[in-house]
């Protein structure tokens, strides 16, 4: 099950951990800390990653990599597509941002209310066949 938000606002730290990793098993990781700013991302660094035409992504401060695999491999920037990493779908870094993101369906359980998204990142970039992700804009569940 997931942390509720009952558990968010006593702090339990063990509800809000979770597990994930990517297709082949070699990387696993366990998250702590709550999700923060849970969001799409449709820029073309995330098409071309995911192959896929958005991302969802969430913020969590500690990330653990206890796979065979260990840490996904870290690129500066895309590098084209003859070397797309096949398991290193399931995390990001940002510079700006001091959370770890984690890809959310590389978690095992993507059903938290709290991983629903908040923004819409490159809205303008989307596939126009594609709805938007409704009421994105808000920062609050509830
Ligand atoms: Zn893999
Ligand atoms: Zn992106």
């Known amino acids: 099950m997931n942390a509720t938000a009952a558990a968010d606002a006593q702090g339990d730290e063990a509800a809000q951990e979770r597990t994930g990793g990517c297709l ?5 990781f366990t998250t702590e800390g709550p999700a ?3 969001h799409t991302c449709a820029c073309r660094d995330c098409q071309k990653l995911g192959g896929t035409p958005v991302m969802w ?6 990330v653990s990599w206890t796979g ?3 840490e996904p491999t870290w690129y500066e920037t895309f590098p084209g597509e003859a070397k797309r990493g096949f398991c290193s779908r399931v995390a990001a870094i940002d510079s700006d941002i001091p959370e770890i993101g984690i890809n959310v369906t590389a978690l095992d359980d993507t059903s938290g209310p ?3 998204p908040i923004h819409a990142s490159f809205r303008d970039n989307a596939v126009h066949w594609l709805p938007p992700v409704p009421e994105t804009e808000h920062n609050t569940a509830g």
């Open 57 to 62: 992504w969430v913020g969590f401060a500690t």
């Open 114 to 116: 709290d991983l629903v």
């Open 36 to 38: 923060t700013f849970p």
């Open 24 to 28: 082949c098993g070699r990387i696993r």
């Open 68 to 70: 065979e695999g260990g």
